[in-house]
């Protein structure tokens, strides 16, 4: 085949090794064979015969061994992507390659040292070289590559300084250079990057103070320096970091007070300060950042009294002013009502109703009321709790109970030792009004069944609505200790919980042989009731659609990446996402969630929905967090095909398709979207495929190669959106898989 220009067998599930012949293709200009499970070297002369390649694409398979060093002998290469392999070593041609406009090299065995590797490339837009074990120094010849927009070297073996020439990179978007060697100061010279959107520098050895050009720098929106070893004030005065949504200074030896200006960012992700030197009181003006969703001041010296207004800092999912010198009682409004384990603990003069601190004496209190207050707030628990029990000792009592058999005895064992108990100190109800309100749990009451119990809806005479899981341990005789063990995993989960996108658990009981969560109701239901409903069309707009993906993400990331230890789903479905009135998303059904600690890797049962499962999780039962980016991944899909994607998730491509050209067997990305809707435009069209090419990344067959949820949440959450490669109707889903 001589005159075969382009060869394409990307997206299948080819394996072996390629063949040696193959480099006879004297007239190749694009090879592509990128998601498959090929394997072995590539031919050591790949590329010798054809001097017009210019596309290749080894991506996501197991090739090994080293690149060809005939790969470039055309000097006609100008994108190569090779990333998600097990290749070593560095082909010394590519210095020589000026006309390489994108590389991929991340997720390797890459061991060469990049120093001088690589040359002038005028043409240059992204490189990545993360995720392998580089040596050397960055080469200040980089600065010749003006078109570079994104630069990703994190997590390598780089040493040396920052050359201060990279402020001459004035394209630069994307600058990573984490978990590398570097030492010395931070170039002022960065302050020139005015286009710069995500700088991280985080887990390196810099010193020094942070220049306060940086702050300068009014696209700046995800900064990241943990880690270092930085000295001096934060640089954050009026006029700096005009956009930044997520600053993480944490684990350095920054001293003196946490500026006052902070609370005039646009800061609605992440502020992280802790471990640090910082002192002085935590300024009110703080609480300005209603927006932010994690807060960390922990381990400093910061003293003074928690002012009461970042009680109004309602977007808060997780918050942390423990081992400082805070004084006086823990405010009680707002988000310091449902106070997070530990959040106050180390601070040896701060008193409160928190763990690891002691009750505040008549003397902190505010005033007589509050006295009152406090004691209502345990006297009406405690009444419930009797009532309760009086009504359980006189079933135990009358009721004549009928004689177990072993399993029963033992599953009634293992269930021992949990109490009849309301959870949560802010509710007014009890379990009993709740039973009351179901007229003993009447079929009619009933909104939904699966496969681990039955949900009701509760209308209580206050006005307030609870929904209750209930699960019987008599009517399972073959998983009946599942059940147990998936009661007790969802109790422990969502009462260490905190987050705007994961349901709310108010308490639980053990009444009847019977298991009962009870937790808020949702008023518009499961996303599946919405997306293949009427609704589906008349009030799931692609932007709702869009929000409710985003908030899914922020809770798994969540889950995965500031819960300690991290917690894994198991069951991300439409089913398990519950809407609001406003469709903002609810995470639910924690019934088969998972603690991950070193020792826990694997379950001896298979737990999810299938069509969700990650097929590792099907396969070999290995939990981890990657499990949910498969599910949400499909979750993703499902809500913008309207449809579940159970082709994609298939073969990754469709047979046919009735808009593709006789010569073009690509699914076009307008065929796939849910019909049912005007395809998107502009901005939404933007975000669309920001969403799709995520979730076709999340669904990747290799745990390895899927993003993390943190990733994925910050990506949806980016202020400006990735500009299309090609018009919107011409897009492929080949073509975002690329991306």
């Not at 499962?613 to 499990?627: H, I, S, Y």
Request: proline share 5%; hydrophobic share 40%.
């Amino acid at each position: 085949m001589m005159s075969l220009a382009t060869f394409d067998v990307n997206t299948n599930q080819l394996h072996g090794e390629l063949p040696k012949n193959i480099s006879l293709l004297s007239s190749l200009e694009n090879f592509s064979v990128f998601t498959n499970e090929l394997s072995g070297d590539i031919p050591s002369d790949f590329g010798k015969h054809s001097p017009n390649l210019v596309y290749v694409s080894f991506s996501n398979n197991s090739f090994s061994g080293e690149l060809p060093q005939e790969l470039c002998s055309g000097f006609a290469l100008q994108i190569l992507t090779v990333n998600g392999n097990k290749f070593t070593g560095l082909p010394a041609c590519l210095r020589n390659c000026s006309g390489l406009s994108r590389v991929r090299f991340d997720g390797n065995q890459f061991t060469g040292n990049i120093t001088n590797a690589f040359g002038v490339h005028p043409s240059l837009e992204f490189i990545s070289l993360s995720d392998n074990q580089f040596v050397g120094t960055l080469s200040p010849q980089w600065a010749e590559c003006k078109n570079i927009t994104d630069m990703l070297m994190g997590r390598n073996r780089i040493s040396g300084q920052i050359p201060p020439e990279l402020g001459q990179m004035t394209q630069l978007q994307s600058l990573s250079l984490e978990a590398n060697d570097f030492i010395g100061q931070i170039p002022d010279e960065l302050g020139n990057l005015s286009m710069l959107f995500k700088l991280n520098l985080s887990s390196n050895h810099l010193a020094g103070s942070i220049p306060k050009s940086v702050g300068k720098l009014n696209k700046l929106e995800l900064l990241d320096f943990s880690d270092n070893n930085f000295t001096g004030a934060i640089p954050v005065e009026p006029g700096t970091f005009d956009s930044i949504t997520s600053l993480n200074l944490s684990h350095n030896k920054l001293s003196g007070n946490i500026p006052a200006e902070i609370g005039n960012l646009h800061l609605h992700y992440l502020l992280d300060l802790s471990s640090n030197f910082l002192t002085g009181e935590i300024p009110s003006n703080l609480a300005k950042l209603t927006q932010l969703e994690v807060f960390n001041v922990s381990n400093n010296h910061i003293s003074g009294e928690i002012t009461s207004s970042l009680g109004n800092m309602l977007s808060l999912d997780s918050y942390d002013f423990s081992y400082n010198n805070l004084t006086g009682p823990i405010p009680t409004s707002g988000i310091f009502r449902k106070a997070p384990a530990n959040a106050f603990v180390g601070n040896s003069r701060l008193c409160g109703a928190s763990e690891g601190l002691t009750a505040c004496s008549s003397s902190n209190k505010k005033s007589k009321n509050n006295n009152n207050k406090i004691l209502i707030d345990v006297f009406i628990p405690i009444c419930g709790l009797l009532v309760i029990a009086t009504l359980m000792a006189l079933i135990c009592i009358f009721r004549k109970k009928p004689k177990l058999s072993d399993e029963e005895t033992k599953n009634a064992q293992y269930f021992e030792s949990f109490k009849s108990i309301i959870l949560q100190e802010e509710v007014k109800f009890t379990f009993a009004e709740v039973v009351k309100a179901l007229e003993d749990f009447h079929e009619k009451y009933c909104i939904g069944k699966g496969g681990f119990g039955r949900v009701y809806k509760a209308e209580l005479k206050s006005g307030q609505v609870v929904a209750v899981k209930r699960l019987n341990t008599l009517d399972s005789n073959d998983i009946p200790a599942i059940n147990l063990r998936n009661f007790e995993t969802e109790i422990r989960t969502l009462t260490n919980i905190r987050h705007r996108n994961i349901i709310r658990l108010y308490g639980f009981c053990s009444w009847r042989s019977c298991m009962f969560l009870l937790y808020e109701y949702v008023e518009r239901e499961s996303l599946r009731k919405a997306l293949y409903g009427v609704e589906g069309v008349t009030e799931l707009s692609w932007a709702i659609r869009v929000k409710i993906l985003q908030g899914l993400a922020h809770a798994l990331s969540y889950l995965h990446h500031d819960c300690s230890p991290p917690i894994v789903h198991r069951d991300v479905t439409v089913n398990n996402v519950l809407l609001e009135s406003d469709f903002e998303p609810r995470l639910s059904d924690f019934g088969t969630a998972r603690l991950l600690s070193p020792n826990s890797s694997h379950w001896t049962h298979v737990a999810g929905s299938f069509g969700y499962m990650a097929p590792e999780l099907a396969l070999t039962m290995q939990v981890t967090d990657k499990c949910d980016v498969y599910s949400f991944g499909v979750v993703a899909l499902e809500v913008m095909m309207g449809r579940h994607p159970g082709d994609l998730l298939e073969s990754q491509l469709s047979e046919s398709s009735q808009s593709m050209k006789e010569d073009n067997a690509e699914l076009l990305l307008k065929d796939v979207l849910d019909q049912r809707l005007e395809p998107p435009s502009n901005e939404l069209a933007k975000a669309v495929v920001l969403v799709m090419s995520l979730a076709l990344g999340c669904i990747r067959t290799r745990p390895g190669f899927r993003p993390t949820m943190l990733y994925v949440a910050q990506k949806l959450s980016a202020h400006s959106l990735p500009f299309l490669p090609e018009p919107f109707g011409m897009l492929t889903i080949n073509k975002l898989m690329g991306i």
